[in-house]
């Protein structure tokens, strides 16, 4: 079946380091692709998304380009807050009669000043 | 602001006691979810709902029910509770099941089971 696999964490940074976190996927068909945020004790928040290959999703300074032929969706930001701190997920849907994300198993990032 | 709202933000049940939790919006959205998140892990669908049409995922165990009453409200329903069955219970709302439609999540209920 279809599944998200992205890089372990917790990942750590100083502010204003250069963000990467990888994300790459399984599916049978063309799926969309998404990345969302958990700020601690919150429900998850729509950061970006990328619904065709080659499509680049962006907001709030992050990144993530829609990487057919290495079935990727990595997410990055040039220079990182404190407040950017959070757990990351990367997820896609691919059946639309559902709409069900699947989602990796999250990546956390701590910021420190 | 349109929302998603989920009460109680916090639950504690015992082992065995039914325990119902409340999911409402004000997006006017066609389709909710329920979304099942233990500790460290990913968030799972348990089930959504597309207006009155109930969809269970293959995997949700019987233990797990759902009503939706109306277009705002939808409940999730834990018959008998297990110790296995603490976590974050989030609900979603999006305008459609179709890829390009965003879901709005609300600030879930941690669930713990004595």
């Known amino acids: 079946g279809d599944s998200v696999t992205q890089m372990e964490g917790p990942v750590t940074l100083s502010e204003e380091a250069f963000l990467t976190i990888n994300c790459t996927y399984t599916a049978t068909g063309y799926p969309s692709l998404f990345w969302y945020v958990q700020y601690p004790g919150e429900g998850l928040q729509l950061l970006l998304k990328?619904?065709?290959?080659?499509d680049k999703g962006s907001n709030k300074g992050f990144e993530a380009t829609y990487r057919k032929e290495t079935t990727s969706f990595h997410l990055e930001k040039g220079s990182v807050q404190v407040s950017d701190s959070a757990v990351y997920f990367c997820?896609?849907?691919?059946?639309?009669?559902?709409?069900?994300?699947?989602f990796g198993q999250g990546t956390t990032l701590q910021v420190k000043p | 602001d349109a929302m998603v709202i989920q009460n109680p933000r916090y639950q504690v049940t015992q082992f065995g006691k039914p325990v119902t939790l409340s999911c409402s919006q004000t997006?006017?959205?066609?389709?909710m979810y329920w979304y099942q998140q233990k500790s460290s892990q990913a968030p799972k669908l348990l089930f959504h709902?597309?207006?009155?049409?109930?969809?269970n995922e293959a995997d949700t165990p019987d233990n797990f029910q759902s009503r939706r009453p109306n277009t705002s409200f939808c409940f999730l329903d834990i018959r008998s509770p297990g110790l296995g069955d603490a976590a974050m219970y989030l609900c979603a709302t999006s305008r459609s099941t179709g890829s390009y439609n965003e879901q709005f999540f609300g600030p879930g209920t941690r669930l713990t089971v004595l």
């Open positions: 709902y597309y207006d009155k049409d109930f969809n």
């Open positions: 997006l006017n959205h066609n389709v």
């Open positions: 990328a619904t065709k290959a080659d």
């Open positions: 997820a896609l849907i691919e059946n639309s009669n559902t709409g069900k994300l699947i």
